[in-house]
């Protein structure tokens, strides 16, 4: 999880994002340091439908996806 933050040139990211990417690593490192993609994955979700609802998942994808140069 580490690397994700110090890959500037892959990301677009605005001050915001770089401080919650980094509170989510130090939580992250907090838990479990080795933590898997599907744990990591499976909480994402998770905070997806209980804190933001369903109706973002289709813009948190999209913009996941154009963040990650995913077509």
């Given at each position: 999880m580490?690397?994700?933050?110090?890959?500037?040139?892959?990301?677009n990211e605005s001050k915001t994002s770089d401080r919650i990417a980094d509170?989510?690593?130090?939580?992250?490192?907090k838990v479990d340091d080795s933590l898997s993609y599907t744990d990591f994955?499976?909480?994402?979700?998770?905070?997806?439908?209980?804190?933001y609802g369903k109706h973002n998942i289709e813009p948190f994808m999209?913009?996941?996806?154009?963040?990650?140069n995913i077509k």
């Open positions: 580490k690397d994700l933050i110090t890959w500037p040139e892959f990301l509170g989510i690593t130090n939580t992250i490192n994955a499976k909480a994402v979700a998770k905070i997806i439908l209980e804190d999209k913009e996941l996806h154009k963040e990650l």
